[in-house]
């Protein structure tokens, strides 16, 4: 982030296709898979592509044949932006494994910009009881952390370890303690500890910390491989750890009988379909979610992303548009 990779451009409004609709965006969240493409871990699919998949906006025109939003109505764009429907993932219900599946902000152009068009079928209509800003995080972090948590198969009233504590697991970790776990969270960052113990986490410590517990569920929002073995000692015997980020550093190897035996297991989390989407908005407003965001201007999109590099966010950080 040091080299300032993000440029702020004038570009005509965009014509929305026959299935697609103009949305003008109100708040865009700022999620670390913007800062992955932005730093180059991730690369990119379109050169100049607006990034941003976390966008809550109004309707302005709908395509002829895009019939499920009116002008006016507030919607958001989220991650998933199309799949082709007829592979054989998406027909057993895993269009977020489709090979053809295509992603606001990195093949599409996304939300930290005034306007965008998204395909009618992939936009979410929104939950009652949130304001716009913290709507925005909800629509990737909140879905994924909840997919997440989904994968990471945690027992009623188990027992969950989280490593990194952001606008993702802030999210989850509630999802998780209404449904009576206790969360032990692990994370470097002092902000992002006491928020967790003020959402009522069980315990809080540093990344490499031993958990007061063993774990029957883990989750990593991290980017960081390095915390896979602590996270995997962690697990109890049967516990499972669910890989979060669409990108990790390097892996440490892996001592079979301290981190695997004992038939615990590791998947990754790889995006998400609609119906975890559909599934996480009505959750988030059953139990009003609390939302800790930061605001920044549109135009210091590079600094919310380098804040978000150095740990420097608490809650989710959010641009605020017009
Ligand atoms: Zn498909
Ligand atoms: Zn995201």
Redesign the pocket.
């Known amino acids: 982030m040091a080299t300032r990779p993000l440029r702020l451009l004038d570009r005509p409004v965009p014509e929305p296709g026959p299935a697609e609709l103009l949305i003008r965006v109100l708040r865009c969240g700022v999620c670390r898979t913007d800062l992955h493409l932005a730093e180059g871990d991730l690369l990119p699919r379109r050169p100049d592509v607006v990034p941003g998949h976390e966008v809550v906006g109004e309707v302005v025109r709908a395509g002829r044949c895009a019939t499920r939003f009116t002008a006016g109505d507030r919607v958001g764009v989220a991650w998933l932006a199309g799949?082709?429907?007829?592979?054989r993932?998406?027909r057993r219900g895993s269009?977020n494994l489709?090979?053809?599946?295509v992603y606001t902000g990195w093949d599409t152009d996304g939300g930290y910009a005034e306007y965008l068009v998204a395909a009618d079928a992939f936009v979410h209509q929104l939950p009652a009881g949130f304001s716009d800003a913290e709507l925005a995080p909800l629509l990737c972090a909140g879905i994924i952390g909840y997919r997440a948590l989904r994968l990471s198969l945690l027992p009623p009233g188990g027992r969950l370890g989280i490593w990194g504590f952001g606008g993702s697991a802030h999210l989850a970790a509630q999802v998780a303690m209404a449904s009576g776990a206790a969360v032990h969270v692990f994370t470097r960052a002092p902000a992002a500890r006491e928020l967790a113990l003020e959402l009522g986490a069980a315990s809080a410590q540093d990344s490499f910390d031993a958990s007061p517990q063993p774990l029957d569920s883990a989750i990593i929002f991290a980017p960081v491989g390095a915390v896979v073995p602590p996270a995997l000692r962690a697990l109890d015997r049967g516990g499972t750890l669910a890989i979060a980020g669409i990108h990790l550093s390097d892996i440490p190897s892996l001592s079979y009988s301290d981190e695997l035996f004992g038939e615990r297991s590791v998947r990754s989390v790889t995006a998400n379909t609609r119906g975890d989407a559909q599934e996480f908005l009505r959750v988030a407003e059953r139990l009003r979610l609390r939302v800790t965001v930061t605001s920044y201007p549109l135009e210091a999109a590079d600094q919310a992303l380098a804040d978000l590099a150095g740990d420097l966010i608490t809650g989710a950080a959010v641009l605020t548009t017009g």
Not at 83 to 87: I, K, M
Not at 98 to 101: F, K, M, R, T, V
């Open positions: 799949a082709d429907g007829s592979c993932y998406c269009e489709c090979p053809a599946s």
